[in-house]
């Protein structure tokens, strides 16, 4: 399967924009790019993901390079509850099951 | 509400015994999966069933056995078999396998 590589932790102000990096270079024409975050003692939480285009929802903005080697979570004003661990993540679009792999993860720390 | 539950949040369990994590979804869905995590590590796939009756072994399955009996539940039994069990056990699913996995809460087992 495909890797995925993100820094270790980053910081952000509150309020501020964020801006959560994701390296997958080996990435292949069927694998989506999909992000999750977990909160401290609780389950991931889906938050985006994408194929080709940048997506936006209520949570989030992905940005997806051309070449699909590289993506960008955004989150466009960084409140203290935002603060968890954010995993890259890709799946193929295949039938030999859903089985995501986590990495390490971003852990995001907002300051006050 | 929809989700999917996880019973009991915490357990202690003695060397030794089996003890089986209840994991039950009112989602409809037909995948099902078992995650464990130890302290400030990623997600590692145990156990993954795409359908009833049917389920897969994942990149740690040793020491863990699970059944598929119903569409709603997937429960996973730590036998005495896996030298260090104590960790937090995450239980999703997925409409099929390939889209979007929603986790529960999780499970934290300590063994004493």
């Known amino acids: 399967d495909a890797k995925t590589t993100q820094p270790n932790s980053m910081e952000s102000n509150e309020e501020e924009p964020v801006h959560l990096p994701c390296n997958h270079s080996?990435?292949?024409?069927?694998?989506?790019i999909h992000w999750y975050r977990q909160l401290p003692s609780q389950g991931p939480e889906y938050v985006i993901h994408?194929?080709?285009s940048n997506v936006n929802n209520r949570m989030a903005s992905l940005a997806i390079a051309e070449d699909r080697k590289s993506s960008t979570l955004i989150l466009h004003r960084a409140t203290l509850r935002d603060a968890a661990v954010y995993y890259c993540?890709?799946?193929?679009?295949?039938?030999?099951?859903?089985?995501?792999?986590f990495g390490g993860g971003t852990r995001l720390m907002v300051k006050p | 509400d929809g989700g999917i539950t996880q019973s009991p949040k915490y357990l202690f369990r003695k060397e030794g015994q089996n003890v089986t994590l209840s994991c039950e979804q009112n989602?409809?869905?037909?995948?099902m999966y078992w995650y464990r995590q130890d302290p400030g590590q990623g997600l590692r796939l145990i156990y993954y069933?795409?359908?009833?009756?049917?389920?897969q072994k994942g990149d740690i399955a040793e020491g863990y056995s699970v059944s598929r009996e119903k569409k709603e539940s997937f429960p996973l039994t730590v036998t005495s078999a896996q030298k260090n069990p104590t960790a937090f056990y995450l239980c999703?699913?997925?409409?099929?396998?390939?889209?979007?996995?929603?986790f529960g809460e999780g499970s934290w087992l300590t063994v004493v």
């Open positions: 999703a699913s997925s409409i099929v396998a390939g889209n979007t996995i929603y």
């Open positions: 080996t990435i292949s024409g069927t694998d989506y």
């Open positions: 994408g194929l080709t």
């Open positions: 993540i890709l799946r193929r679009d295949n039938n030999a099951g859903n089985m995501l792999t």
């Open positions: 989602l409809n869905h037909d995948a």
């Open positions: 069933s795409q359908i009833v009756n049917d389920f």
